[in-house]
């Protein structure tokens, strides 16, 4: 079964650049969606095929797939970025969803 | 403004068969362009994929659930629903119901979410 690997935790302080990887065997053949989860509240969609950016969400926000590795980077971080954050393939070869383990985003 | 609402008991005894209905507003289950899916989180825990459902019946399962999963739409009340039998203590969760996109033929992302709805599973 298809894995997708993201750290468990990032930290970053406010106003620098924030990294979340999404690890996977060949993943820069799949579409990545990324998805942010504050306490309490649905996920976000906040990046889609790779790249793009659903209306409402930052410009910020940014992703990038190549590789094993997929990337959501988020520019100028504020406090109110600090949730879960996951990412998330179709794999065709077993015709699911799947779903990375998730990266708690901490703003110092 | 696209809805989705979950509903059901958020108390079922382990062995039964837990039962949650969505229902949409503001857009037409009936669309070709989504399919209707299914996602749960187990408190303190991440995302797991339950299961999708196209407006014609077609569905995909999460393989680990698939024998104890069902899925149905009802396109007259706008609603999709989920039958998950023979629970345990492992299917407590928060239960999401979200509207996912078709690319080709699969769902893919899913861009709107309700808001869950917490199924404990306890005698």
């Known amino acids: 079964s298809y894995v997708l690997t993201q750290p468990p935790s990032v930290s970053v302080a406010p106003g620098k650049t924030a990294r979340i990887t999404c690890g996977g065997n060949?993943?820069?053949?799949?579409?990545v969606h990324w998805y942010q989860q504050k306490p309490g509240q649905a996920p976000v969609l906040v990046i889609y095929?790779?790249?793009v950016r659903p209306s409402g969400i930052p410009e910020r926000f940014s992703g990038s797939n190549s590789g094993n590795t997929a990337t959501l980077t988020i520019s100028r971080v504020e406090a109110g970025d600090e949730a879960d954050y996951y990412c998330?393939?179709?794999?065709?070869?077993?015709?699911?969803?799947?779903f990375g383990g998730g990266t708690k985003l901490s703003v110092l | 403004q696209l809805r989705l609402q979950e509903s059901g008991p958020g108390l079922v005894k382990p062995s039964e068969t837990l039962s949650l209905t969505c229902t949409v507003s503001?857009?037409?289950?009936?669309?070709?362009?989504?399919?209707w899916g299914w996602i749960r989180q187990p408190p303190g825990k991440g995302l797991d994929w339950i299961g999708s459902?196209?407006?014609?019946?077609?569905?995909y399962y999460n393989p680990s659930l698939k024998s104890r999963v069902t899925m149905s739409v009802d396109t007259s009340k706008n609603q999709f629903s989920l039958r998950l039998s023979s629970v345990t203590a492992a299917d407590t969760a928060l239960y999401f119901c979200?509207?996912?996109?078709?690319?080709?033929?699969?769902?893919?992302?899913?861009?709107?979410w309700g808001q869950g709805t917490l199924v404990t599973v306890s005698s």
């Open positions: 979200a509207r996912q996109l078709v690319n080709v033929v699969v769902p893919t992302v899913s861009d709107y």
């Open positions: 503001g857009g037409s289950i009936s669309s070709s362009s989504y399919y």
């Open positions: 459902i196209y407006y014609s019946g077609n569905t």
């Open positions: 060949n993943v820069g053949g799949k579409s």
């Open positions: 095929y790779d790249n």
């Open positions: 998330q393939v179709w794999d065709s070869s077993g015709d699911h969803v799947i």
